[in-house]
Structure formats: structure tokens, C-alpha cells
């Protein structure tokens, strides 16, 4: 079945540097979607991307859908504490259910 | 205020002893679905709606069961829950019949715990 990996699944840096998380999924998708979870919260919908080689800017996060449809990143530049959380990648494919990366940990030291 | 309602926030519960979450939305949303969280391993869809009266298994169906006789409530029924379900669940809806075409909107999130 339609499989999603998402690397690295921690990552601590240290406030003002930037992040990256990567998303590779085993089928082409019809679109990706990002979402943030902050400590104790539940998800919350960033952005969605559905053209082959399409980069979204939010401020200071730039989100990118590969060339071939099958992977996606998420750059937050100058990470900031309100950066904290959980961010997930889901992929929607052929069948008719969203399949979430196991997600990315960001924690900052200020 | 537009939002997805899960009760109860946190249970605790024994082995084999039945249980309903419940899950409403306000947003007159076709799509939901029950997402269970654990540590490493993300969100993994265990059911999940199309329409009423039309339902499908997600991921990790084995052990749960649901129902959608209305648009807007989704309850998520463990007939005899097992400690291996202890986990963190999430219901959510979106706009689109299609599948997840749009933006998830996220409940609250319960905590269970089967001992």
C-alpha cells in the first residue's frame, strides 16, 4: 500500500537557524499536505500542494512538491520558539484516505 | 465558532469493556475519518467517511468499528477494547466528498487508556 516516510524525525536546533523536514512517499500523489502539531495540541493544516515542482512561501516556511509528485520538503528559515511542534507531511494517492509521514519533531533552544 | 467536537477528552477504561468516542462537526463537511496517534509511528487512519451511510476502512481498522447515520456525527465504537488501543485518537472532517482533497480539520484529540 501507499507508504509515507519522513525524515528526520527529531530535530533540535538552536533558535535562528533554519529547518528542514523531508517527505518521500512510494506512489505518486495526487496532492501533499502539511500540518503542524504544537506540544499537547492537535493538527493544524499549513498548506496544501498539488502541481508537479509547486513552492508555496508562508513567511518564513517555503514548501516544495517534487518534480515527480512523489516527495515534498517544509523550510522554516530563522527558526523561532512559536516554531516548536510536531510537522507532518499526507499524501493523498490513488485510494481515497490522506497517509500521514510520521512527522518531524522541531524543538529550539532560545 | 466552525470546529470538529470529540468526547471524551481522556478515558480510562479495562480491558473488554465497550466504549464510544464521539465525534461532531458543525462545518457540514462530507468527509471524516479517525486517526489514531502513537509515538513514532504518526497518524494512521482507522476509518474513515465519505458521505452518510458511507464508510471504509483506513490503515488500522482491526478492533473498531463506526457509523455515520447523520452528516455531521461520526462516533468512533471499541466493542472490546484492548491495551493495545491505548493510544491517542483524533477524529476529522473536510469539506469534499471526493476524499482528502481539502484542508483536515482537526478535533481536540482523546486520550485513552485501557488497563
Known amino acids: 500500500g501507499q507508504q509515507v516516510m519522513q525524515i528526520p524525525q527529531y530535530q533540535h536546533v538552536q533558535e535562528g537557524e533554519d529547518f528542514t523536514t523531508y517527505c518521500n512517499s512510494s506512489?505518486?500523489?495526487?496532492?501533499i499536505q502539511w500540518y503542524k502539531q504544537r506540544p499537547g495540541g492537535h493538527p493544524v493544516f499549513l498548506i496544501q500542494?498539488?502541481?508537479?515542482?509547486e513552492v508555496k512561501k508562508q513567511k518564513r516556511l517555503t514548501f516544495q512538491f517534487g518534480e515527480a509528485k512523489k516527495n515534498s520538503s517544509l523550510h522554516i528559515t530563522a527558526t523561532q520558539t512559536t516554531d516548536v511542534g510536531t510537522y507532518f507531511c499526507?499524501?493523498?494517492?490513488?485510494?481515497?484516505?490522506?497517509?500521514f509521514g510520521q512527522g518531524t519533531r522541531l524543538t529550539i533552544n532560545p | 465558532e466552525a470546529q470538529v467536537t470529540q468526547n471524551p477528552r481522556y478515558l480510562i477504561t479495562v480491558t473488554g469493556k465497550k466504549l464510544t468516542v464521539t465525534c461532531s462537526q458543525n462545518?457540514?463537511?462530507?468527509?471524516m475519518s479517525w486517526y489514531r496517534q502513537d509515538p513514532g509511528l504518526g497518524l494512521r487512519q482507522i476509518y474513515y467517511?465519505?458521505?452518510?451511510?458511507?464508510?471504509d476502512k483506513g490503515d488500522v481498522p482491526e478492533g473498531y468499528k463506526v457509523s455515520r447515520k447523520e452528516k455531521r456525527n461520526f462516533p468512533l465504537i471499541l466493542e472490546s477494547p484492548s491495551p493495545n488501543q491505548t493510544s491517542l485518537y483524533f477524529c476529522?472532517?473536510?469539506?469534499?466528498?471526493?476524499?482528502?482533497?481539502?484542508?483536515?480539520?482537526f478535533g481536540p484529540g482523546t486520550r485513552l487508556t485501557v488497563l
Open positions: 462545518m457540514n463537511h462530507e468527509y
Open positions: 499526507a499524501g493523498w494517492g490513488r485510494a481515497q484516505k490522506l497517509v
Open positions: 467517511s465519505m458521505n452518510v451511510e458511507v464508510t
Open positions: 476529522a472532517s473536510s469539506l469534499s466528498g471526493e476524499g482528502p482533497r481539502d484542508e483536515q480539520f
Open positions: 506512489t505518486t500523489l495526487s496532492n
Open positions: 500542494l498539488v502541481k508537479s515542482g
